[in-house]
């Protein structure tokens, strides 16, 4: 799949390439020959494209790369090329925004006799929420195990909530390899705890349920 965008960034170049003009100029005391993008209106979009792309294969802002500004506010294309390349080579999670579940639901479903409870599972360092199983951090291979093995001991359809809460998701190691194991094993109601800090702020200070 990398592979892939990456050869879409390079197609994006040679496209660059083909929609641009460019002229060399003579070398200059104490300084590299100089190759630089002409067009006849400064700022057009061959010209921001090709900056984008010679930053992704020179790893240099555009208006620094020759020395010579593009035609456009100085840092432009460089922003432009970040934000491409953090679209173009983003891999998308394996949870959807409706398989978030808000700690204060999950918590009113523990405290509700009435409501039937899910299978809650800890797949961080400590299950400290009341009624969850832990497995350990499954980052780790044999904890990733014997996650599934207790998942084989459930139906499909059960209602699965997995968390960790160590720290952010964006920095947690262990959610993405137990939410891909219930991808994987085809759960059709797996939620992942919307721990958006960690769990001391986002369950233990708010007095939800403990174990």
């Not at 599934?148 to 001991?153: A, P």
């Not at 499909?156 to 964006?170: K, L, Q, S």
């Amino acid at each position: 799949m990398k592979k892939m965008k990456m050869s879409s960034l390079l197609i994006l170049f040679i496209l660059c390439l083909a929609t641009s003009g460019f002229n060399e100029f003579p070398e200059r005391p104490g300084s590299v020959l100089e190759t630089r993008m002409t067009n006849q209106v400064a700022g057009t979009a061959p010209e921001i494209c090709f900056g984008t792309a010679r930053a992704f294969f020179f790893g240099t802002p555009p208006d620094m790369l020759f020395g010579t500004p593009l035609g456009v506010d100085s840092g432009t294309p460089w922003n432009i090329f970040l934000a491409l390349t953090k679209k173009t080579l983003e891999v998308p999670e394996p949870w959807t925004a409706k398989q978030l579940m808000a700690p204060a639901d999950l918590a009113a479903i523990i405290t509700d006799p009435d409501v039937k409870k899910p299978v809650i599972i800890c797949v961080g360092p400590g299950a400290l929420i009341k009624g969850s199983l832990d497995m350990g951090p499954a980052k780790e291979k044999g904890n990733l195990e014997k996650l599934k093995q207790q998942l084989n001991k459930l139906p499909r359809d059960a209602n699965v909530v997995i968390y960790c809460g160590c720290c952010p998701f964006e920095h947690c190691p262990n959610i993405r390899p137990a939410f891909v194991l219930l991808n994987e094993m085809k759960f059709s109601n797996a939620h992942l705890l919307n721990l958006e800090h960690n769990i001391k702020t986002d369950w233990v200070d708010k007095g939800y349920p403990q174990a």
